[in-house]
């Protein structure tokens, strides 16, 4: 995930947990057909390693062939399926060990920081991104923003802050968001998953122009 202008925001979609890639495939592809989408998150819910793999085998090439990276949350799993990269949550052993496994040439980001020398010990290890706020974590909208604009200010590493709502997309991008997160605001839209997408692009697209 390569640093991108400041006028020049993406999406980073999460998706929810998967249990059946077949049963997703439709789903999966009718999101990546609809916005600017730089990077996804592959939340896999397996009963073992074969059927994890099985899932990131099935949905990953979708994501690629369009030139988006796929990510899933283990370096093991990331090696055995070629995916793009991890993204692992919090500071620490697991997050050594997966810039040690992936980099370079893969991509390892980091999320789940409670705080501004988390997320520092995050960027000084060497991560390709930091994420703000998550689907796991229950974080105030403010504080998420707060997070993303002093991070933005002060470091050039890209940094993702997620958007629990769509109507946060516009305003963390206007706050120094590289990319903006998206997963439960898109996947449980009543209007479904694309045209909640292609609202999310256009607040994008909106929220850095020049003010007239």
């Excluded at 050594?96 to 980091?110: D, K, N, S, T």
């Excluded at 290890?125 to 002060?154: H, K, S, T």
Aim: charged letters at 20%.
């Amino acid at each position: 995930m390569s640093p991108i202008s400041e006028d020049a925001p993406r999406l980073y979609l999460i998706t929810p947990l998967i249990a059946d890639a077949s049963a997703f495939v439709a789903a999966f592809e009718t999101a990546l057909g609809a916005g600017d989408i730089a990077c996804v998150f592959l939340q896999v819910k397996a009963a073992d390693p074969d059927g994890a793999q099985t899932i990131v085998r099935r949905l990953a090439p979708i994501a690629q062939r369009r030139g988006i990276a796929c990510l899933v949350s283990d370096p093991q799993l990331a090696a055995d399926t070629d995916a793009d990269g991890v993204h692992i949550d919090g500071v620490g052993a697991r997050l050594e060990a997966a810039l040690a496994a992936m980099q370079p040439g893969r991509i390892v980001g980091a999320g789940g920081l409670k705080t501004r020398d988390e997320a520092m010990q995050a960027g000084e290890a060497g991560v390709d991104y930091l994420m703000f706020g998550g689907p796991a974590e229950q974080q105030a909208f403010a504080n998420v923003r707060e997070r993303v604009a002093w991070w933005a200010e002060i470091f050039s590493l890209p940094c993702v802050g997620y958007a629990q709502r769509l109507q946060d997309v516009a305003e963390l991008a206007r706050a120094g968001a590289d990319f903006v997160a998206l997963c439960e605001a898109v996947w449980e839209d009543p209007r479904g998953v694309a045209a909640a997408l292609e609202a999310a692009e256009r607040m994008l697209a909106g929220a850095r122009e020049p003010a007239a």
